[in-house]
């Protein structure tokens, strides 16, 4: 594979404790989760950290580089991990170069000492939140059973005191989905996040195991559900929000249909969400998939840019349109959703062959629901007019929908 281009930008998710985790959430229970060792804590060793980050800022060759730190709860590797982790790229960066630092996590951690680093070093958070307390903590609770709201509602003020950028991340569960403008609101009035992005939560179950067989787990989020939850939402955003709230679910659909490359991987033609180099060096091709089965092998047996570019992730990228069913291909919102998450494709096609995406049905709702404003944006922002033109309306026509149900 020496001939295979080496990206000019990439990014990367680094999972430095591994599947340790403080909380207890429901919907994250998974084999690798339960695993003793997930109890005990995963730590990544100074050989490891070390040489993920001399070989990621070694080998780029572009301007930019973005690390995601995500696990688990990857808070757990300590605060002097993540002062390591500069020193290192500090050490191993070449003139010019920008990393971008961004670190999920569910806040239980925060302190005063933290929020000082990580402001000083331009960390960007996504901060893991379901919506208000009732919501948050159906779901969220710590290894006690107790609730984490208040915790993380602690940890968006301390974020707030110390001027650090801030987004939400949301699963969207059969609980919260049945509320989309109650949960979009809070995290647009209350904590004003700067960005926001829907996950939808779709859990197979079979005989107790996750990730297989064709039924979902209780708290998945409904196809028709998940439609109507992006929708509720889309037409308040694109009313009054466009330009102010970043929700990134509509941005990166803007994004498709002008035709520019910076979409989530989630509707992007080819599996692109990014390399995942879990505690003990081993390197995945996406944060879905950290499977035994899925391992493209070890950065301290193989460079990781050999990984990078070698047949069986390249393969793992492009199974992604390869194996789309002929009921996709022959979809017109195809260019827009591109069959969504292989992970979620697991259902019978209308020709009887699987891999049909288990939210089609939500996704074309939602596609349907949002086409004409979305060409109209997309229309304007080709023509370089600001879109915010159209908003007066479609809150005119927001308004209009809305006296319609109450008048029903």
């Given amino acids: 594979m020496a001939d295979t281009p080496v990206p000019q930008a990439f990014r ?35 050989i490891v950290h070390e040489s993920f980050i001399q070989q990621v800022l070694g080998a780029h060759r572009g301007p930019r580089v973005h690390i995601v730190w995500q696990g688990g709860e990857p808070m757990l590797s300590g605060i002097n991990f993540f002062r390591r982790t500069i020193e290192l790229q500090e050490k191993y960066g070449r003139p010019g170069t920008r990393v971008e630092n961004t670190l999920k996590t569910n806040g239980l951690l925060l302190d005063d000492q933290w929020c000082r680093m990580l402001h000083e070093h331009d960390f960007l958070i996504a901060l893991d939140m379901d919506g208000r307390q009732e919501l948050h903590d159906n779901h969220r609770r710590d290894k006690n059973g107790r609730g984490t709201f208040e915790r993380a509602l602690k940890a968006v003020r301390m974020l707030r ?27 647009r009035d209350e904590l004003e996040a700067g960005q926001i992005r829907f ?17 979902v787990t209780d708290f998945s989020v409904r196809p028709h559900q998940w439609g109507r939850f992006l929708s509720e939402i889309f037409d308040e955003w694109a009313a009054r929000d466009m330009g102010t ?4 679910n509509f941005e990166e659909i803007l994004a498709g249909l002008r035709g520019l490359p910076d979409r989530a991987c989630l509707l992007s033609p080819d599996c692109n969400g990014g390399i995942v180099l879990d505690h003990n060096g081993d390197v995945y091709p996406c944060d879905r998939f950290v499977e035994p089965g899925h391992s493209l092998g070890n950065i301290l047996r193989s460079p990781l840019m050999d990984l990078v570019s070698s047949e069986r992730r390249l393969k793992f990228l492009s199974d992604k349109r390869d194996t789309l069913p002929r009921s996709c291909r022959e979809c017109s919102f195809l260019p827009i959703c591109n069959g ?15 891999g049909l995406n288990y939210l089609c049905a939500g996704y074309r709702t939602f596609f349907r629901h949002i086409g004409p404003a979305m060409k109209l944006i997309a229309d304007l922002h080709d023509r370089g007019e600001p879109a915010h033109g159209i908003m007066s309306v479609l809150a005119e026509q927001h308004a209009d929908s809305q006296a319609a149900i109450i008048n029903e």
Avoid: W
């Avoid at 996950?199 to 039924?215: A, K, M, Y």
């Avoid at 259902?347 to 062959?353: N, R, T, V």
């Fill in 245 to 248: 709230v970043t929700v990134l």
């Fill in 161 to 187: 005191k110390h001027r650090i950028r801030f987004g939400v991340l949301c699963r969207v569960s059969r609980r919260n989905g049945q509320y989309p403008l109650p949960v979009y609101r809070f995290f």
């Fill in 340 to 354: 969504e998450c292989p992970r979620n494709r697991f259902m019978a096609s209308p020709h009887g062959k699987d």
């Fill in 12 to 46: 990367i998710i680094c999972r430095p404790s591994g599947a340790s985790c403080n909380l207890c959430c429901d919907y994250c229970a998974s084999p690798e989760t339960s695993h003793p060792e997930s109890q005990s804590g995963f730590r990544m060793t100074e």
């Fill in 199 to 215: 996950i939808p939560l779709v859990h197979r179950t079979r005989e107790g195991v996750h990730h297989q067989g064709d039924s």
